[in-house]
């Protein structure tokens, strides 16, 4: 067992079992013990890698993206950039780079990082400490600037707590986190059901629910209802709400289970991209998408860029940047391009954002 997990032991010995909601927040987020408190995560040494690590072309196409909607938007003097768990700086960075030379966007914008790790703050401040635009930290979304915004996030709303709940006697029992005979973390039910929760399914159906991310998005998107801007979530995840739920735990790279390390493991799921969007339109936002990862940057124009860094690039380079391409796009299945998908938000009176069409 972790340190985590004794401590999350004693915790139900005391109090009884907790939601599986309040188990990944702690889990994640514990300042002690939490997973992404203590490391950094990402890359060959981690337990996972996402696009912005994968290749510079995926920040800089996001750059172009940003720099785009600016300039259609009438080029405001300021602009807040915001990003949503940033990881090591890596996308930030690559958007920043490939901004540089956009006449008086640097000048208008101010960027803000939502972070809750004190390990990948630093590791941002490095990243970052060079780029000439002002970077500023928060935890959370509760106070970002109040001016035109565009937010960004990607790998953010995967890796938030969420709700489990079974049906039983055409009852819904939320799961919870318990001990089992042995003292050691297991699944159960709790006993009362869930009254609040209608919907209709067949014995033994699971229902998974995002409460936070819900939460977060409908903030943010309150947030550009009122200032303006724009934003862009990407994640793998469904195009529908639909039953099952899709919990996974990963270190170096390979499943566990996800009661097996917590603090050492990550966990996360897929995300719901119909339940975002509706949040969005529910603050009287316009959506585009979800579209696929691969459809959105081809539609950016990734495979002309290919060419481009191909073209001054050594065989070795060019070999992967050509992988990187493949591996971004991927339309297969469980490949990036299709299980990645992409959701434009904006305010009603912004154009109509690039690669959704
Ligand atoms: N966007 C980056 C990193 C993805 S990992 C990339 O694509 O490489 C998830 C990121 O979200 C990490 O930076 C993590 O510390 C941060 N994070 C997770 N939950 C958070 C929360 N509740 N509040 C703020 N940041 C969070």
């Not at 990003?83 to 914008?109: C, F, S």
């Not at 996360?268 to 509706?278: D, G, I, S």
Request: charged fraction near 20%; glycine fraction near 10%.
């Amino acid at each position: 067992m972790t340190p985590l997990g004794l401590d999350i032991a004693r915790l139900i010995a005391l109090e009884g079992p907790i939601s599986l909601e309040r188990y990944m927040g702690l889990a994640l987020g514990d300042p002690r013990y939490g997973y992404y408190m203590t490391r950094d995560p990402l890359g060959a040494q981690g337990d996972f890698t996402t696009s912005p690590e994968i290749s510079q072309m995926f920040g800089e196409l996001i750059g172009l993206w940003c720099a785009d909607l600016w300039l259609r938007m009438g080029q405001p003097e300021k602009l807040s950039l915001v990003e949503l768990g940033p990881g090591r700086g890596t996308l930030m960075q690559d958007v920043l780079r490939a901004t540089k030379n956009v006449i008086g966007l640097h000048r208008a914008l101010s960027v803000t990082l939502v972070e809750m790790s004190p390990v990948l703050r630093e590791t941002q401040r490095q990243t970052l400490v060079s780029c000439g635009v002002p970077v500023d930290w928060h935890e959370d979304i509760s106070a970002l600037p109040e001016q035109p915004t565009l937010v960004l996030a990607n790998e953010f709303f995967d890796a938030l707590p969420v709700r489990h709940y079974q049906r039983v006697h055409q009852h819904w029992h939320q799961r919870m986190v318990g001990l089992d005979t042995d003292n050691h973390l297991a699944f159960g039910l709790a006993a009362e059901p869930e009254h609040a929760l209608k919907l209709e399914a067949p014995e033994g159906t699971l229902l998974e629910i995002g409460l936070i991310g819900d939460r977060i998005m409908a903030d943010l998107s309150a947030h550009i209802a009122r200032f303006g801007g724009a934003g862009l979530v990407i994640d793998y995840g469904h195009t529908r709400s639909g039953f099952g739920e899709t919990l996974q735990a990963m270190k170096h790279h390979a499943f566990t289970g996800p009661l097996d390390a917590p603090g050492e493991a990550d966990l996360t799921t897929h995300v719901n991209f119909e339940r975002l969007a509706q949040m969005a339109t529910a603050q009287g936002l316009i959506v585009a998408g979800s579209t696929t990862q691969a459809r959105f940057l081809a539609g950016l124009g990734i495979v002309e860029r290919t060419a481009r860094l191909i073209k001054s690039a050594a065989p070795e380079q060019a070999k992967d940047v050509e992988a990187a391409l493949v591996r971004l796009t991927d339309p297969s299945e469980k490949g990036m391009g299709s299980l990645f998908k992409v959701l434009g938000l904006r305010h009603p009176d912004m154009p109509e954002p690039a690669g959704f069409n």
